[in-house]
């Protein structure tokens, strides 16, 4: 399973935009990247999900260059409520088999 | 429509005793995880389900963890003589055929040994 490097935490401050940058080197071909969501006290919530390129949702983008070693998500305008640790994942897509591997992931601070 | 429920919320028992965590996942969901979770760290996988039968158990830490999910819809972890090391937040998940990865997360049970 290819292993992802983030940073451990980021702040913020409301209505700015945040980046947050994961490394994985080692992703391989069938891989997709994923990114989680978790507040306090509650279970992980998929945010994102990308194979190549740029991923955009009603919650947030990610950009994947093109050699895939690295990908970044990016949160617009973010709020208090954004305040959370956020997670980047990769694996493959097609088989339930490829659990997934969670980091320590990026705490993400928002102040006002 | 309903997501992942997990009960109890929080389950506080002894060294020793034994416990079963309840997972009801997303109805049609086949595949089904569990994960633990420790204070300040992602979650760690433990096993998955894809029906009824334990597809991957490659995480659970010891022989005293066990799962089931006898019909293919809801699964159990039971924890047999629980140690203290053995609390944390146990969470479990379901995804669709559609997308593996996109997994919906229950709220969690909290277990604490003492």
């Known amino acids: 399973l290819a292993k992802t490097t983030q940073p451990i935490s980021m702040d913020s401050y409301e209505g700015q935009e945040v980046n947050i940058t994961c490394s994985h080197n080692?992703?391989?071909?069938?891989?997709?990247i994923t990114w989680y969501q978790q507040f306090p006290s509650q279970g992980p919530r998929f945010i994102i999900q990308?194979?190549?390129t740029k991923v955009t949702n009603e919650v947030a983008s990610l950009f994947i260059p093109a050699d895939r070693k690295s990908s970044t998500l990016s949160l617009p305008r973010v709020s208090l409520s954004d305040t959370a640790v956020y997670y980047c994942?990769?694996?493959?897509?097609?088989?339930?088999?490829?659990?997934?591997?969670f980091g320590g992931g990026t705490r993400l601070m928002v102040k006002p | 429509g309903a997501g992942v429920s997990q009960t109890p919320s929080n389950k506080v028992t002894e060294k020793g005793k034994y416990v079963e965590l309840r997972c009801d996942p997303i109805?049609?969901?086949?595949?089904l995880y569990w994960y633990r979770q420790s204070l300040g760290q992602g979650p760690e996988f433990l096993i998955y389900?894809?029906?009824?039968?334990?597809?991957?158990d490659s995480g659970l830490p010891n022989d005293r963890f066990f799962a089931v999910r006898p019909e293919g819809s809801v699964s159990t972890l039971k924890i047999q003589r629980t140690e203290r090391g053995d609390s944390a937040v146990y969470l479990c998940?379901?995804?669709?055929?559609?997308?593996?990865?996109?997994?919906?997360f229950g709220p969690g049970t909290r277990l604490t040994v003492l």
């Open positions: 998940a379901s995804s669709s055929m559609s997308s593996y990865n996109e997994q919906f």
């Open positions: 080692n992703i391989a071909t069938n891989d997709y």
């Open positions: 109805s049609g969901h086949t595949a």
């Open positions: 990308g194979y190549k």
């Open positions: 389900f894809q029906g009824t039968g334990a597809a991957d």
């Open positions: 994942l990769v694996g493959a897509n097609n088989n339930a088999g490829n659990m997934l591997t």
